[in-house]
C-alpha cells in the first residue's frame, strides 16, 4: 500500500515547524544569556582589577613618598600614578553606571548598588588622596596623605572582594537559569517528536506495502551516497598524512623546549586549568628538594605561605587565574626541608587557536637573596629615618650652591620653621648678619676640600625673632667619582651651654667679688709656688697692692713659721689621695702665741693644670674664747652634778618618810578597823600615793631629760596589762560611779614584744586622767590592730572619756612640761603638769604616736600607737582563742550605758552569741511579755527605775515557768548587801568591770557549757600569813632609818618572819661573818659604810656566786643610773622606795625559788654559827 503522501507531508511541516520554533527560541535565549555571561564575566575582570589597581596607587604613592625631593611635577612614577588613577576612577564610575567604550553595561542590581554605596566613601578617601600627591608630590603632609590611603584601603579591598564575590554568585545564577531553560525546551522538542511520530506512524501501518518503491529508490541513493563517501575517506586519509607531519614538528618543538627546561636554573612548570601540576622541569629539585614527579597532580597553593595567599586573595592556583589576574607574583614557597624560599614568579595563559584557555605555563626564580637586600635596605632606611627624625640634633645637606636640600625633623624644633618651606632656600639666610661671613669663609673652605670638615659656632634665627647658639659640624659632600656635591652636616642647640658659660663668667667675676669682701687670707698658687690670685683681705693683710702679689710666692708673704708648716701640707696633698686639708696650727710669732686655721685644697685650671688654693685665719682669739667656754662647761657640769645629787638626796630624804607612811597604812589596813577608821587610813593612802606619784612625774622627768630612760622588751599579754589597769582603777571609778569598760579588737594578738612596765605607765597617766576629769558617765579602753604585718605588729590604744573635755586652743599646752590646761583644773585636781609629756616621750621610745581629740563640756580621746614586734600566738593562747562552744544561743542584753551595750554585743558575738540589747528593765520585761525566750539573760544592777534584783523578781514573778538563767554585772558599792541576800536568784553575780574571760565563764556555766576560762578570784588579802612556812627564809634588814626599820620588821613578821636589823654597811659585814643569811636587803644610803661598799665586802666573803646570799637594795634614791650602779655592784636586786606589800612579798617568793633550786641541784651553802 502506498503512504498518504499529503497526509505524512501535513504531519512532517507541522513537526518540522515546531521543531524549528523552538530552537530558534532556545537560541535567542542562549545567545541573550552567553552575552549575559559575557558582561558578568568583563564585570567581574573589572571589578578584579579595581582591586589590583588600588593596590598598584598605594604602591605608587608609597614609592613616590621616598623619591629625592624635591620630585618634579613630570617624574615618571608621578605620570605613572596619574595615569592609574584615571583608569582606576573610569573603571569605577563604569562599574556603577555603566561605559559603552569599556563596554560595561549599568547594573541596577539592589545588592551591587548597596555594596558600592557603602564602598563609595572609601574609594573617594582614596581617590581624593592620591590626586593630592599627583597635584604635590613634594606636599608637607605627605605622611597624613599615605596614612589616609593606607587606612581606607584596609577596608575597601575586603569590601572590592565582597562585590567581586557578589558578581560571581549572580553569574553562576544566571548559568543555572539558562540550564533550567534548555532542559525545558528540549524536553518540549521531545514531546512534539514523539506526538508527531504517533501521528506519523498510525497511518503508515496500513501503508507499508507503498514503500517498497520508495526502498528501492532510497537504495538507488544509497549507492550514491556510498561513492561520495569513499571520496570523502579519501580526503580524510590525505589530513592524517599532514596531522602526522605536523606532530612531528610539534615533537621537535617539544624536545627543544624539554631541553630548555631541564637546563635552566629557574622553575618551569604547565598547570592544568584546575591548577595541578602536568609538567614541573628538573630544576625544582634544586629550588624546593622536591623530584618532579612528587608535585604531578598537585595543587601548587599546597607550598605557597598562607599569609602570602591570603594576601592575593586565593585559597588556590585555580582561584588565582580564574580571572586572568596577578600573573606577576613574589611569594614565599616551602622547601621540602620545611624552609621557605621566596619564589618570583611569571604565569601566563596557553590558548588554543579558538583562543580557549587550555593550560598556564609558568616560570619561577629565586629571589631569596634578593628580598633579603631589599627588606635589609628598607630596615636600613627606617633605622635611618627614625634616628634622623629622633635625634635631637639638626641633620641638614646643602647643594655645591649653598641651597639647603634636606633638613631633619629636628629643625622645626630648633628654629620653629617648617623643614619642607626652608628647602630651596640658601644657607644664610638662616643665619645671623653677624655670623655669616665667618661662615662664609669656613664654608669655602669645606667646599674647596681643603678642610675636610669644620666645627664652629653660628646664632641661627628663630622663628619667634631671636637668635640661638649652634654649633654646626659640616664635611663636604662628595660621588663616588669624588665630584663635590655640596655639604652635608649636623646642627646642635648650645644655647643652653652659651648660657651656661655666661653665668659662669658672671660667677666668676661675683665669687671674686665675695672672696674679696671675706675676712679671710684666700690665694691661689701654681705647682711652681707662684701665686695666681690673692684676695682683698690678704693683700691689705700682708700690705700688697693690686697686682704685687703676681711676681711672689708664698715664703714672700706668709709668716715663715706658718709658711714651713704650709710645705707639709702642700706636699701631703701632691703625693697622696687627699685633695683637701685642713688644719690648726699654734705657732710662737715675736714672743706670742697665736693661732691659724688653714686650709688646702689641689684643684684643676681651665688649661687642666694643677693649682692649690688655700686660706689661712687667724684664730687666736676665737681660742681664747673656745678656752673660756671649755672652763664655763666644766663649771657648769659641776653645778649639774651638784643639782643631780640635790635632787637625788632629795628625792631620798622625801622617799624614805613616805616609804613608812605609805608601809605602816598598808599594814594598819590589813588589821580589823572600823569603817570610818578605814575611810580615814584610805585618805591618807591616797594622799601619798598622789605625793609619790608627783615625785616620780619629776624623776621620770629628769631621767627623759638625761638620756636614761631605757627599754625594755618583753613578751606582754596585751589583755592582761588592759585589765591590769581596768583592776587599778577599778575602786577609783566605783567611788565616782563612772562606768570603766575595755574592749579589744578580735585581730588584736594575744602577746606582743614591747616594754610591759613603760605601755602600763602611759596606761595607767591616761586612765587615771581620764577617770579624773569625768564625773559621769563612762571611761573606755580600746585596743585595736592598725596593721597587717605579723613581723611588725602596730597597735593602737585608745582611752576614751565622756568628761569635761579640753577648749581648741589648749590642747596644743598639753604636751608641754609642767603644763595645766586650767590653773582652776589643777587646784581642783591636782597633778604636777609632767604625766602627759612623760607619757608622750614614752610612747615615742616605744615607736608609736600620741593623739589626742576633745571637745569642751564633750570629753576627750586619747590614743597612741605602738610597734609590738613579731606577733606571738603560744599554744596556750592559741587553744584560749579557739575554745568557743556556743552555738548561737539567745541572749538579753540589759543596760542602760550605751557604751557597756555595745562592747557586751560585740564580744558576745565573736562567742557566736546572738544578743538583743534592751536600754532599760521596763523595755527588756515588755519583750519577755511577748513570749519570745531568751537562753540567757545579763542585766546591770544600777538602772534608773528598776534595778537588776527587782527586774529578776519581776521576771520570777510574771514568768515563774521560765528556765532562763540570769548573770548580775554590779559594782561593789553600799548595795552589795542587796544582792548578796537576793543572788539565788542569779547563776552568776560579776564584779565591775567586767573581765571578758569571767563573764565567758560565767556564761559558759550558766548554759552547762564546759570551759577552760579562770573563774573570777574572790577578793584575798595582800600578804600571805603563812608565807615562811612555804619558804623559809634568813633575813637581814640593813636600814638607817627606825621607821623604815619598824616598817620591814612588822610586814615581814606578818608573813611569818623575824629578821635581823643592821644599823649600816659595817654591821652588815659583821653579821654576815657571825650567820649566813639568804637574803639580804640593803639601804644604799647609811652611815659608816654605805650599802654599795658592803655588798662589795659581803661578795669577798662569798666568791662563788652559788653560795653568796641574796642582796636585794632597797633604797629611796631613783635617780637616773642608781639602779644600773647596784647592779653593777653585784646586788640580785633592786627595789625603790616607797615599796608596796604586794612587791616585797613578790621579791621574797621570787629569790626563795631562786635559793631553792640551788639546793635542789646540790648547791649547798656554807653554814655559819
Known sequence: MLLNYQYFKKIYAIAIVSI??????????????????????????????????????????????????????????????????????RIQDGLQSGDKELNLPRDNNPEIKNLFEEINPYYINILSGAKLVVKNPNDKDMDQLLSQILENEKIFLPLMDEIVDTYEKHAATKVKNLQRIEIILATLSILIILMELLFIFKPAISKLQKSNTSLNDLNTKLKDNNVELQKTQNSLNQHIVRLKATHGKLNKALDQYSILSENTRDLVTLNELNGSYSYVSPSVEKLLGYKPNELLNTDPFALVH???????????????????????????????????????????AVKDKKGK???????????????????????????????????????????????????????EAHTGFNADDCVGKHYTSFIDQEDISEYKDMLKLVLKGENQHKKYEVRVKTEWGEARWSEVMAWVWKDSDGKVLGTRGALRDISERKQIEKIQKLQTEFLGGILDTLPINVYLKDMKDNMVFMNKFARENFGLDQDDYLQKSEKDILPKELVERIDDIDKMLTNTDSNYVTSEEQLLINDEEKYFYTGRKLITGLSNESLILGFSLDITERKQQEQELEQAKETAE??????????????????????????????LMETDLEQEQKDFLQIIKTSGENLLSIINDILDFSKIEAGKIDIDLTPTGVTHCVEEIVDLFAARAQEKQIELLYSIGENVPDQIITDHLRLRQVLTNLVGNAIKFTDTGEVVIEVSRTNTNDNNVELEFAVKDSGIGIPQNKISQLFQSFSQVETDNTRKYGGSGLGLIISKNLVELLGGKINVSSEAGRGSVFSFTTKGGPLITNAKSKNKRQTVDFNGESIMVVDDNLVNRHILKIQLERWNLNAQLFDSAKSALNKLNSGEHFDLIITDFKMPNMDGVEFAKKIKILKPLDESKLILLSSVDKDHLKIKTNKTMFSSVLLKPIKNSFLKNAIGEALHFA?????????????????????PLRILIAEDNMVNQVLLLNVLKKMGYHADV????????????????????????????????????VIKQYPEESERPIIVAMTANAMPGTKEECLGTGMNDYMSKPFTLEGIQSMLIKWANVIQNRKGTGQEVRKRS
Open 1062 to 1097: 643592821a644599823n649600816n654597811g659595817q654591821e652588815v659585814v659583821t653579821a654576815s661573818e657571825l650567820k649566813y643569811y639568804d637574803i639580804m636587803l640593803l639601804d644604799i644610803q647609811m652611815p659608816v659604810m654605805d650599802g654599795l661598799e658592803a655588798t662589795t665586802n
Open 357 to 411: 584557555i587550555f593550560k598556564y605555563l609558568s616560570t619561577g626564580r629565586d629571589v631569596s637573596d634578593r628580598i633579603d637586600a631589599e627588606q635589609s635596605l628598607v630596615e636600613n632606611e627606617e633605622r635611618y629615618r627614625s634616628v634622623i627624625n629622633n635625634i635631637n640634633e639638626v641633620v641638614f645637606q646643602t647643594d655645591i650652591k649653598g641651597n639647603v636640600i634636606f633638613l631633619s625633623p629636628a629643625w
Open 20 to 89: 524549528v520554533c523552538l530552537i530558534i527560541a532556545s537560541q535567542i535565549i542562549i545567545h541573550i544569556n552567553l552575552r549575559s555571561q559575557a558582561e558578568d564575566g568583563r564585570i567581574i575582570n573589572y571589578a578584579g582589577k579595581q582591586r589590583t589597581l588600588s593596590q598598584s596607587i598605594t604602591k605608587s604613592a608609597l614609592t613616590i613618598q621616598f623619591l629625592p625631593k624635591p620630585i618634579p611635577y613630570n617624574h615618571q612614577e608621578v605620570e605613572n600614578l596619574s595615569n592609574l588613577v584615571a583608569y582606576w576612577e
Open 1011 to 1031: 570551759q577552760n576560762e579562770e573563774k573570777q578570784p574572790a577578793k584575798e588579802q595582800i600578804l600571805d600569813d603563812f608565807l615562811a612556812e612555804k619558804y
Open 306 to 348: 598562607k599569609e602570602d595567599a591570603k594576601k592575593h586573595g586565593a585559597a588556590s592556583y585555580k582561584d588565582l587565574f580564574k580571572y586572568n589576574r596577578n600573573n606577576h607574583l613574589v611569594m614565599r614557597w616551602k622547601k621540602k626541608n620545611n624552609q621557605y624560599v621566596w619564589l618570583e614568579t611569571w604565569t601566563e
Open 638 to 667: 659641776v653645778a649639774n652634778k651638784a643639782k643631780s645629787e640635790f635632787l637625788a638626796n632629795m628625792s631620798h630624804e622625801i622617799r624614805t618618810p613616805m616609804n613608812g607612811v605609805i608601809g605602816m597604812t598598808n599594814l
